[in-house]
C-alpha cells in the first residue's frame, strides 16, 4: 500500500526558512506527479507546489519566488524548500501522490517572532 510520510515542520521566524520532506513507500512508478497542500484554521486545503511526471512545476502566486519542490527519485522522496515565510504561511502541510486519495498525515508550520 502507498504511504506518505512528512517531516520538518516547525516553529521559524518571519523571512526565515523550512525544508519540508515527504517520505513515500509502495509507489510503483519511478517518478510520480507530487504535490504539497496546506490548511490553515477555518479555510479549506489549497494548493502550494506540484510537480508533475516530467518534472515541470507550478505555484500559486501566493507562494511563487519563495518555494520550491524538488523530487529524489532514487530517495523516493519528494521536499518543499520554503524561504523568506510570513505570518500567512501558517498552516498544516501536507503531501499528496497526484491523480490519488493517498495523503500524508501532514505536519505544522507556525511562523511567528
Known amino acids: 500500500q502507498v504511504q506518505l510520510a512528512e517531516s520538518g515542520g516547525g516553529l521559524v521566524q518571519p523571512g526565515g526558512s523550512l525544508t519540508l520532506s515527504c517520505a513515500t513507500s509502495g509507489i510503483m512508478y519511478s517518478r510520480p506527479g507530487m504535490g504539497w497542500y496546506r490548511r490553515a484554521p477555518g479555510k479549506q486545503r489549497e494548493v502550494v507546489a506540484r510537480i508533475f511526471i516530467n518534472g515541470s512545476t507550478n505555484y500559486p502566486d501566493s507562494v511563487k519566488g519563495r518555494f520550491t519542490i524538488s523530487r529524489d527519485d532514487a530517495a523516493k522522496t519528494a521536499y518543499l524548500q520554503m524561504n523568506n515565510l510570513k505570518p500567512e504561511d501558517t498552516a498544516v502541510y501536507y503531501c499528496?501522490?497526484?491523480?490519488?486519495?493517498?495523503w500524508g498525515q501532514g505536519t505544522q508550520v507556525t511562523v511567528s517572532s
Open positions: 499528496h501522490l497526484l491523480g490519488t486519495l493517498n
